[in-house]
């Protein structure tokens, strides 16, 4: 005896879709709007300063590296986060590269590793089933 099968589903628009720019930069905007609580909002703009490529998430703001790791940063050679002449403008030397002293910074709103916090709240399905959405809504 024989069976034979046919294959009527076209995998192809599904594949070219999920390969594609637009999709992963519709991911990157989606995981920033799912983890935008627990990204740090008393820190100079950081959840509004930023930029996003397929698959990526740039924080623009100066210090975003440092608020992420959630580490006190400072110059070498003055043991100092930044200076101030008026009380309101904070800036740094520039080229000097800060050094991490270890201290934890204490963050208000937010939290470090946001990304990763939201992925221990389960947010992470959100991301997925939105670009579930997505994709159906593009076949």
């Not at 609580?37 to 930023?50: A, E, Y």
């Not at 100066?62 to 580490?71: A, D, L």
């Not at 050679?77 to 590269?97: A, E, I, N, Q």
């Not at 221990?120 to 593009?138: C, F, G, P, T, V």
Request: proline share 4%.
């Amino acid at each position: 005896m024989r069976i034979s099968v046919i294959d009527s589903i076209n995998v192809s628009p599904a594949t070219k879709l999920i390969k594609s720019d637009k999709l992963w930069l519709f991911s990157a905007k989606e995981w920033q709007r799912v983890m935008y609580n627990d990204i740090p909002h008393d820190t100079n703009g950081l959840r509004q300063r930023v930029s996003y490529k397929p698959k990526e998430i740039h924080y623009k703001s100066p210090h975003s590296f440092y608020i992420y790791f959630g580490m006190k940063m400072v110059d070498p050679k003055y043991k100092v986060g930044g200076f101030t002449y008026d009380g309101v403008v904070w800036w740094s030397r520039p080229g000097v590269r800060k050094v991490v002293t270890g201290e934890k910074l204490k963050l208000k709103n937010g939290s470090r590793l946001w990304d990763k916090k939201a992925i221990s709240e389960k947010k992470n399905l959100i991301l997925i089933r939105s670009m579930q959405n997505y994709i159906d809504r593009n076949l």
